[in-house]
C-alpha cells in the first residue's frame, strides 16, 4: 500500500477528511479505514457519495481502482 491512502485521499479532497466523510454517510470511522483494504466496499455508497459531494460515479471508481493497484490488486 502507498504511504497514503487513496482512499484517504479521496475523503481529504471531498469531505475535508475521513472523519467527516463517515459523519456524512452515517459510517464509523473505523468502516472507512477498512476501505484502505477492500475498497470494494466503497462501491455500496457511491449513490450517497455523489449526492453529498460533487463528485462524479467516475470519481469514486477511479478512487477504488487506484486503491486495489495500491494494495496489489489489478
Given at each position: 500500500?502507498?504511504?497514503?491512502?487513496?482512499?484517504?485521499?479521496?475523503?481529504?479532497?471531498?469531505?475535508?477528511?475521513?472523519?467527516?466523510?463517515?459523519?456524512?454517510?452515517?459510517?464509523t470511522a473505523g468502516a472507512?479505514?477498512?476501505?484502505?483494504?477492500?475498497?470494494?466496499?466503497?462501491?455500496?455508497?457511491?449513490?450517497?457519495?455523489?449526492?453529498?459531494?460533487?463528485?462524479?460515479?467516475?470519481?469514486?471508481?477511479?478512487?477504488?481502482?487506484?486503491?486495489?493497484?495500491?494494495?496489489?490488486?489489478?
Open positions: 500500500m502507498t504511504s497514503r491512502s487513496e482512499i484517504r485521499k479521496f475523503a481529504d479532497t471531498h469531505f475535508g477528511g475521513p472523519g467527516n466523510m463517515a459523519k456524512s454517510l452515517g459510517l472507512i479505514k477498512r476501505w484502505d483494504y477492500t475498497p470494494e466496499l466503497m462501491l455500496k455508497y457511491m449513490l450517497q457519495i455523489t449526492e453529498v459531494t460533487k463528485c462524479t460515479v467516475m470519481d469514486v471508481v477511479e478512487a477504488v481502482e487506484s486503491q486495489r493497484k495500491a494494495n496489489g490488486k489489478h
